[in-house]
């Protein structure tokens, strides 16, 4: 067990050091970036550039660059994580609530997509050659064509046409006054598009992966002997196969989260979901520049975190790693 | 193993990429030209046969009359008394109908042809896809090939670099990359902003595996022979090194490119890419934002049909390259 902990303590030191780094690097692109909240704010003739000055004065934006750093990190340790100037609040709790429902949003498409891709991966690896492992590769191919975007937006118009779903949003308005049950069904109903686009994005590449490590486990060797000793072909497979296959399939676990986030920015756009998404890119419009930070900031994190979680699986899956102690990690780190 | 198959999708793919490079000549009309008097006109139909049941060699269109409607949205009555033939090869166009407007796919809000936009749009996001791949994948050779052949502390420095560039899902990277620059630009600035963006914030994996290859190929007995034989270091990495990782190079290459344009498609989509009125796919699609034109018109779904076809050539090329 010392192996495990001191490896996961690692990857902490790690994970943190590497969010450091991003956090420099958006803050040295901040830099960089033309124009600003308040040049916007110029434009109105209502408001004297005096106050406009004081304003952007009052947020310290004139300051030089690291002094802003300096001072960012201070409010992060206080929990503010900056000042948005579009919503005139600190950045925290905004995000904190767009976060949780990118995370529900998110996390339930992780869990469906992986309740489907095994079985199928699975049963396409073990079935290989015959028709239906070749019919799921071919669904697998066709479905990895189809963009988040056109999914996404296909999939609103089926719920604009018909009715069946709702075309945006989290709750059903006023459903704060229905009891729990109904709206717990109430938010299973707005979380069906979303999650199907998400899930059908997901799939073609958890489906080719669990495939490919599932069909290298069980062309080793000795599944060839324990088969030739008569061992009953479920047993074979649940029972032999799949911890080995296991291995690789965590570590698509960690990279899966990362891709998962990517697509469900836009998702979240087209389909109304009150997450991270949409924040950033109504930051990015209104040139909002902490929360854009915190943004960014969040999704690197929540994929450090995921990757990490995932190296832990493997260290517990795989005694091997976490008594190869230091040399392996390292490596791993860096590959 | 020989690779098998990848002429089909190739070939496929660079007809794409003719039809579009082409599109001053195939698109009938400019990108941001108008007809103000047919907006979301519906796609007409090409037909051959008149009405008596005679075959023409000329294909013709019947135009549409827009129907005088003060509210709601427009409506237009198909005219059958006035059939208008195309005419091939006029004015610089593949074909054109003298005096009139001939919307093969229909057209959008402002009235503006699909068919000549999703051609102009596709050199958009089909060529800052790709560009942007080739600018990824040649950062990657350069760095990962630099990286894995030099080792020490141009490998530790390079690696660092591209953890950093992986450690943020990429299409949040891409938003901090493009929140930082001016909101709105368009025509070559916006062009070369896409292909900047998509190359600079994609690097990471393909230095990664392109440095992997060149890990192994170091240790090669050539490469070592070489070496030893005097050959300087740019020389090994150059005629060495590098021909080892074209295959890895190619594949990826397959794997990126639609990435890339389903990046600028996404960027397009959300209004951060090139500003109207250039065309681009994605910007096409952003039409489809409002409810009413998404429950309505279905033939503004061309790129959407375009972008699937696409990917899923490379889709198919990616996979016989890497068989």
Known sequence: MPGIVSSALRRLLHGALVLAAVSVLVFLLMQLAPGSYYARMRLNPQLSPRTVAALEAAQGMRAPLPVRYWRWLRSVAAGRWGYSFAYNAPVWPLVRTRVAHTLWLTLTALLLAWMVALPLGMWSAWRRGHWDSRAIAGGASLLLALPDVVLALALLALALRTGWFPVGGMHTLGSRHWDRWAQLRDFAWHLCLPVTVLVAGMLPTLVRHVRAAMAEALDAPYIAAARGHGIGEWRLVFGQALPVAANPMLSLLGLSFGALLSGSLVVEVILGWPGLGPLLWRAILDRDPYVVVAAVMLSAALLVGGNMLADLGLAWTDPRLATRGAAAASRSEAP | ??????????????????????????????????????????????????????????????????????????????????????????????????????????????????????????????????????????????????????????????????????????????????????????????????????????????????????????????????????????????????????????????????????????????????????????????????????????????PAVALVVVVLLYDWLATSLAA
Do not use: C, N
């Open chain 2, 1 to 302: 193993m020989p690779r098998r198959g990848w002429r089909w999708p190739l070939a496929a793919l660079i007809a794409f990429h003719v039809l579009v490079l082409g599109a001053g000549f195939f698109a009938p009309y400019a990108p941001a030209r108008q007809f103000r008097r047919f907006p979301f006109a519906p796609p007409m139909r090409l037909h051959w046969w008149g009405p008596r049941g005679h075959f023409h060699w000329r294909p013709f269109v019947y135009p549409w009359r827009p129907l005088a409607e003060r509210y709601g949205p427009p409506r237009y009555r198909l005219d059958a008394s006035h059939p208008l033939p195309l005419h091939f090869f006029r004015h610089g166009h593949l074909f054109a109908v003298p005096g009139r407007g001939v919307f093969l796919l229909g057209t959008d809000a402002l009235g503006r042809d699909e068919l000549s936009r999703l051609l102009y749009g596709g050199r958009l996001s089909l060529l800052a896809g790709l560009l942007g791949a080739g600018l990824a994948l040649s950062l990657g050779l350069v760095l990962g090939g630099a990286a894995g052949f030099m080792g020490g502390w141009t490998d530790a420095l390079v690696m660092r670099g591209a953890e950093l560039f992986l450690a943020l899902p990429w299409i949040y990277l891409l938003f901090a990359a493009r929140a930082f620059l001016p909101l709105s630009v368009s025509g070559a600035a916006a062009f070369l902003m896409l292909v900047a963006i998509l190359g600079l914030t994609g690097w990471g994996r393909p230095a990664r595996l392109i440095r992997g290859v060149a890990l192994a190929a170091r240790e090669r007995d050539y490469v070592r022979s070489a070496r030893g034989f005097g050959g300087s270091r740019w020389y090994v990495l150059r005629r060495h090194i590098w021909p080892e990782t074209y295959s890895v190079a190619l594949t990826q290459a397959a794997l990126l490119a639609p990435q890339f344009i389903l990046a600028e498609v996404a960027l397009g989509f959300l209004g951060l890419g090139a500003a109207p009125p250039t065309a681009s796919w994605g910007a096409m699609l952003a039409g489809l934002l409002k409810l009413y034109v998404l429950e309505s018109y279905a033939w503004l779904f061309a």
